[in-house]
Every structure is written in C-alpha cells, then in structure tokens.
C-alpha cells in the first residue's frame, strides 16, 4: 500500500529562517512519482514539482530546493530565506500507475512565515 | 483568463439533489482529475481521465461519476447529493514537456 507521511503538522519561523519540510514515502512500485504543492490561505493549489523515481538529482528553484533521497524513502522540501508570502500549507505526494493509477497526499505542514 | 476555470465557485444544495461541478480548460492537456479536499487534509482522487475515451475511477468515486465532453471540460456529477460530500472539490490538469499540473480555484459544495 502506498502512503505518505508529513510528520510536521506546522512549522512557524521568522522572515529570512531557512525552512526544511519533511517527506516520507511508502511504495513496492519501482516506478513512481513524488510531487510537492502549495496551498496559500487563499486556497488555491499550486503544483511546485513533479519527480520521478529514477531521477534522484536534487533539484533548485530560485529560493526552492528538493531533496529526493531513494534509500531514506524521502522527497524532503527546502525554503531558503523565507519570506511572509512563502506561510502556506504544503502538501507532498505520490502518483504511482501499477495496477491502475494511483495518488496519495500526505496532510500537509502548514508554515507559518513571521516577520 | 485561467489556464483551468471550474463552476460554481460556491454551491449550497440539499441533500438528495443532483449537482453538477464543471471544468474547463485550455492548455490543451490529455490528463485531467477530480479531487476533494476535505478540511484539514490532503486531496483525495475522485476520478481521472487521460484523454477523451479513457475514463477511470479514483480512490473515492462512490456517489459521483463524471463526463468528459471534449479535450477541453470534464464535469463531475454528484447524483443524489449527501452531506459527507461537502468538501472543497479541485479539478486539474497534467501536461507539456515536464507534464506540469494546473489545478482550478475549486468548488466549495456545502449539502445541507
């Protein structure tokens, strides 16, 4: 079975504070699909990045990075330098196709970004 | 105007009324999704379509089924509308060179 794992329920830092957000995935499929999205309190949903399982390159986007790290199961998300419009709820999660598609998200780490 | 537009933005409706949620969109994507958010938790798939004639059930499609008229609009349909089905419902798209997703601004669906 698949499942995701968001074990910080929220995160509150001051502007500036570099943020780690953690990921934790569950899956026997060797081919699969790791997603990050933001939730601003507007309640729009923004999709961040999608990985798939054989890419285990890390990633940067501006103030983004991904960590994406097979042996620890983990797709953990970094802020650097955070700002107040970066407060959101985050969501991570994981697409795989075996046996029909499938999705899972986790619960999602709200951030609260002070300043 | 919005890569992906969904209405009503708000419903409230009673319990045992049918309900129809629309999405249209134009980036011209294959892939299209229904999910429904519930307060405090992640996104729950409804069903997903990856092109016109493909047309499959997700995790929680019991009680909704869905139309996808053309490329551009997949419509989601509450049959006979129950109060655990008030939720905040997103549709979105998947596609291009890094099959990226655009998710509507969602429908808020109160049943009463």
Redesign the interface.
């Known amino acids: 079975a698949q499942k995701v794992t968001q074990a910080q329920t929220e995160i509150s830092v001051v502007e500036k504070e570099d943020v780690t957000l953690d990921c934790v995935y569950e899956t026997r499929d060797t081919t699969y699909y790791l997603f990050w999205y933001k939730q601003p309190p507007s309640g729009e949903l923004v999709f961040l990045i999608r990985r798939n399982s054989f890419d285990e390159q890390n990633e940067i986007s501006g103030r983004y990075s991904w960590n994406f790290q097979k042996s620890t199961s983990s797709f953990n998300f970094t802020i650097t330098a955070s700002q107040v419009v970066d407060s959101a709820v985050y969501f991570c999660a994981l697409s795989t196709y075996t046996g029909g598609f499938k999705t899972i998200f986790g619960a999602g780490t709200r951030l609260f970004v002070k300043a | 105007d919005a890569d992906v537009t969904q209405t009503p933005r708000n419903r409230i409706t009673k319990t045992g009324k049918r309900i129809m949620l629309e999405c249209s969109q134009t980036k011209g994507h294959d892939r299209m999704y229904w999910y429904r958010q519930d307060p ?6 409804i069903y ?1 379509s ?1 092109d016109v004639k493909d047309i ?1 059930k ?2 929680i499609s019991d009680g909704y089924s869905v139309s996808r008229q053309a490329q551009a609009k997949f419509s989601l349909s509450l049959e006979s509308a129950i109060p655990n089905q008030t939720a ?1 419902y ?1 549709c ?1 798209t998947e596609g291009g060179n ?6 509507g ?2 429908t808020r669906l109160t049943v009463l």
């Open positions: 405090g938790l992640g996104l729950q798939l997903y990856f499959n997700g995790e905040l997103f979105a890094a099959d990226t997703q655009y998710f601004p969602g």
